[in-house]
């Protein structure tokens, strides 16, 4: 059964440093995403992609924060000088459409901490 | 407006069956998902209501009532390994908008 993957599973940086988080789509979805969670909080939604355009974001994404589809097959998510605050799950998701009941399919996450 | 209200915790016996409340502001619905989230994973889609009424699943059935702004999850025949977070989700405009979570606790 395809699958949303990312990598990496976990990812330790120094305040200020930039990360770069990578996720790999379902290979006919059209859509992607990315959520955070940060710990004992609810999942937020943080922006949304389509044909190699933002189609929408959140008040989280802000200029320190970028997305890109460098190829056919990759989706990453950079955050250019992380803060504390930036530490949660960070989720890439995926979906055909955006109707009602196109369901999104979600990779199993990034971990990133600030230290 | 955007908020999504469940309960934030409960408890039920294995064998069981349990209902899981959501209510939600109505304003730009696109249709409500319930997601599971084992700790330390990844939702994973449960169901999706678009219009009024029950859809079964399995073990699993959702009911939406738009005009009420409700939504229940059920679950039958509890087993052990449904102990997880149960996240009411809307749909709104391809991006989904998720509750606090209800943590299921299913004992013995």
């Known amino acids: 059964e395809p699958e949303v993957t990312q990598t990496p599973s976990h990812q330790v940086t120094q305040m200020g440093q930039e990360v770069i988080l990578r996720c790999v789509p379902i290979?006919?979805?059209?859509?992607f995403y990315w959520y955070r969670q940060i710990l004992g909080q609810k999942v937020e939604f943080l922006v949304s992609f389509y044909n190699n355009e933002i189609s929408e974001k959140s008040e989280i994404f802000d200029d320190q924060f970028s997305v890109e589809r460098p190829d056919g097959s990759n989706f990453t998510l950079k955050i250019r000088s992380t803060k504390l605050e930036d530490s949660a799950m960070y989720f890439c998701?995926?979906?055909?459409?955006?109707?009602?009941?196109?369901?999104?399919?979600f990779g199993p996450g990034t971990r990133l901490t600030v230290l | 407006g955007q908020n999504i209200d469940q309960p934030t915790e409960m408890t039920a016996t294995e064998g069981a069956i349990v209902q899981i409340n959501c209510t939600y502001q109505?304003?730009?619905?696109?249709?409500l998902f319930w997601y599971q989230q084992h700790a330390g994973e990844a939702p994973t889609f449960l169901s999706y209501n678009v219009l009024d009424g029950l859809e079964e699943k399995g073990r699993f059935s959702s009911f939406l009532s738009r005009s009420k702004g409700y939504s229940y999850l059920l679950l039958k025949e509890l087993q052990m390994k449904d102990s997880a977070s149960y996240l009411c989700?809307?749909?709104?405009?391809?991006?989904?908008?998720f509750g606090q979570g209800t943590e299921l606790s299913v004992k013995p």
């Open positions: 998701a995926s979906s055909e459409g955006t109707l009602a009941g196109n369901e999104q399919f």
């Open positions: 290979s006919n979805h059209l859509y």
């Open positions: 989700v809307r749909n709104q405009g391809g991006k989904l908008i």
């Open positions: 109505t304003s730009g619905f696109n249709g």
